[in-house]
């Protein structure tokens, strides 16, 4: 999932650690840094190499490690769990710009580095709570698999240490414990129960009403095609123009599907025209889009779209020419289980729409739902005394 990603990257490169490679999942990440990117740009090596440029351990024993600098529905965020997060979002600055010298220097939107680091981790313990208030609130329970799963981070991360004392050991090192390490994997396993609760698997009790309505207005397209290309391979195996004589070739074959398609008259038209594009059409992309392309403005080469949205649902057009061949296309209606033809889409129309969904849940209602007040201590951080150059 998500969240569990942007989790790894985050504390897992920052505690030089290999957490949830590979996690596969894509529910929608609450947990999300002020700058996830730089987060996961970031790696291990750099942060370890960051790490001694500031007096780090004077940082972290100008407070108490039960000083509590935060309480969020009555439970009291501690220095020492507090400091684990600035660790991080310190060494994720440094890993990208070098030293910090002034904290009241600007980094971003007029926010000075202590202000990015200070707001940063309150971000990412206000969304942790937002979550766990949510599953109190949907009155979730975690599944014996997701336990068993946030136990087998654990044993796993163990055994790559070599044993719980020296994975203890590595995380002290990094100002983190193992209560506040596992809160934060946690979470993500909360998070999904929250919306599996909410919206089901993958976003599956997303009804089409709903995702129509939440989409209104972004102006989505589907369409499927035939297509007859017009480059070719030369024998520097490079995609050139064919030329007007094979053009020609080309567009006569296009007019004559055109033909069949204007005089079918049987009573199955949608799976007539799958079969003539399985059989004839050179897009290679219908293989993984054997539904049609679902795509917005500017996904498609502009002739292609203007041919589209000139089309009523069910219609088909003449041929149209684009770079690269002739198109005859077939306007659909809105299938959402299908994945936008848009760069980095990896998830259907339903389930990013269901996770849109839940993270304005959590943004605006969950978040918004908790008393958050700050003590004396946390007024009072003053990086520039605290963080004296080592």
């Known amino acids: 999932m998500i969240l569990k990603r942007t989790a790894a990257a985050l504390i897992g490169a920052a505690l030089a650690l290999s957490l949830l490679s590979g996690c596969g999942s894509q ?6 840094s002020a700058s996830p990117d730089a987060a996961q740009s970031a790696s291990a090596d750099d942060l370890a190499s960051a790490a001694g440029t500031l007096n780090m351990a004077g940082a972290y024993e100008s407070q108490s490690p039960d000083t509590v600098m935060m309480t969020v529905n009555g439970n009291s965020v501690l220095w020492e769990e507090y400091f684990c997060l600035i660790y991080i979002f310190v060494n994720q600055i440094q890993s ?16 000075s580095y ?10 990412y313990v206000l969304q942790e709570a937002a979550i766990r208030y949510g599953f109190e609130q949907l009155g979730v329970t975690l599944s014996d698999e997701s336990q068993a799963e946030v136990q087998g981070i654990w044993d796993e991360q163990v055994e790559a240490a070599g044993g719980e004392s020296d994975l203890i050991a ?4 990094q100002y983190c414990t193992k209560d506040i390490y596992l809160k934060y994997i946690r979470a993500s396993y909360l998070a999904d129960a929250c919306f599996e609760e909410l919206y089901g698997e993958k976003g599956s009790n997303l009804s089409d009403e709903d995702v129509a309505d939440y989409t209104l ?9 035939i297509l007859m290309l017009t480059k070719k391979t030369d024998e520097s195996g490079n995609q050139v123009d064919m030329t007007n004589d094979e053009k020609a070739q080309v567009r006569e074959k296009m007019e004559g599907f055109l033909d069949q398609l204007e005089s079918y008259d049987g009573d199955n038209f949608d799976t007539y025209f799958d079969e003539l594009m399985t ?18 403005s500017g996904n498609m080469v502009p002739e292609f779209e203007d041919a589209t949205k000139a089309l009523e649902i069910g219609q088909f057009s003449d041929i149209v020419e684009t770079n690269y061949g002739y198109h005859i296309i077939y306007r659909i209606p809105l299938n959402y289980d299908v994945v936008p033809s848009a760069p980095g889409s990896t998830d259907s129309l339903r389930y990013s729409t269901a996770y849109s969904m839940y993270d304005a849940t959590v943004q605006v209602v969950w978040l918004n739902s908790l008393d958050v007040t700050y003590s004396d201590a946390y007024d009072a951080l003053d990086f520039n005394k605290i963080f004296a150059v080592g």
């Open 170 to 173: 590595r995380l002290e090192e």
């Open 96 to 111: 990208q710009i070098g030293q910090i010298t002034d904290w009241s220097e600007t980094i971003v939107d007029d926010s």
């Open 27 to 32: 529910t929608v990440s609450p947990l999300v």
């Open 279 to 296: 059989t004839n059409s050179e897009d290679p992309g219908s293989i993984s889009n054997p539904n049609g392309y679902l795509f917005q």
């Open 217 to 225: 207005e972004d102006g989505y397209l589907m369409a499927k095609h």
């Open 114 to 123: 202590e202000d990015y680091v200070l707001d940063s981790a309150v971000n």
